[in-house]
């Protein structure tokens, strides 16, 4: 079956434009993650979402940063004013619930954010 | 701070030697500590987890040592090959949340 998928695979802008990144999850996978990874800085955690429930948005950077999911799928992350420091590779996750259990993490291949 | 410290940022050895890396965590509320492998353009991958309910976990070249009093546990890439080259991720999840935690990662780099 189909994977985590992510669009664009990289994308180039301007500071202080508005950028959109698409995540497509694994289909049944309630829950979905965006992580970002900056050189030597790991994974860090954005915003998740699982099913119906108030989205966990604790990991936003600042409020130029905004996610959305709409019908429990398909996942749009907005930056808005884009900053240099923003050029990151954005990973987003898909991952099943098991008995109540977040289970593994099913990671797309990331949109390469370039801020010029 | 829920954190999970990995070390070394970057390590180098030789085809067949055995790479370690560690991690270290505060929070004794985690159970559940897997690794994620990453190649280069990809994203990462689950490839070996751990619970605290055991001292060893070992799949094929791979195997977890997990010190519970310690807080520490690490990754043994046994008869290390240059497919194992890329950059692995440690982390740490709290029983009924989804948060996972990761380390920084550390860049393998085996030698043919």
């Known amino acids: 079956g189909a994977g985590v998928s992510q669009s664009p695979s990289n994308k180039v802008t301007e500071k202080g434009k508005d950028v959109e990144l698409r995540c497509d999850p694994i289909?049944?996978?309630?829950?979905l993650y965006w992580y970002r990874q900056s050189l030597g800085q790991g994974l860090e955690f954005l915003i998740y979402?699982?099913?119906?429930?108030?989205?966990?948005k604790s990991g936003l950077p600042s409020d130029r940063f905004s996610a959305e999911r709409t019908g429990g799928s398909v996942s749009t992350l907005t930056i808005q004013r884009t900053q240099q420091e923003d050029s990151a590779v954005y990973l987003c996750?898909?991952?099943?619930?098991?008995?109540?259990?977040?289970?593994?993490?099913?990671f797309g291949e990331g949109s390469r954010l370039t801020v010029l | 701070q829920q954190q999970v410290k990995q070390s070394p940022q970057s390590l180098i050895v030789q085809k067949g030697g055995i790479s370690i890396i560690n991690c270290a965590y505060e929070?004794?509320?985690?159970?559940?500590f897997p690794w994620y492998q990453q190649f280069p353009g990809k994203g990462p991958a689950l490839l070996i987890a751990i619970r605290p309910d055991v001292s060893e976990k070992k799949e094929g070249r791979f195997t977890i040592s997990f010190n519970k009093s310690a807080k520490q546990f690490s990754l043994h890439i046994m008869d290390s090959q240059p497919g194992d080259s890329a950059t692995y991720f440690c982390?740490?999840?709290?029983?009924?949340?989804?948060?996972?935690?990761f380390g920084t990662g550390t860049r393998l780099k085996v030698l043919a």
């Open positions: 979402f699982q099913g119906n429930s108030a989205p966990d």
């Open positions: 996750a898909s991952s099943p619930i098991l008995g109540g259990n977040t289970g593994e993490l099913f």
């Open positions: 289909s049944g996978h309630t829950a």
């Open positions: 929070n004794t509320a985690f159970d559940y």
């Open positions: 982390a740490a999840l709290q029983g009924g949340t989804y948060k996972y935690i």
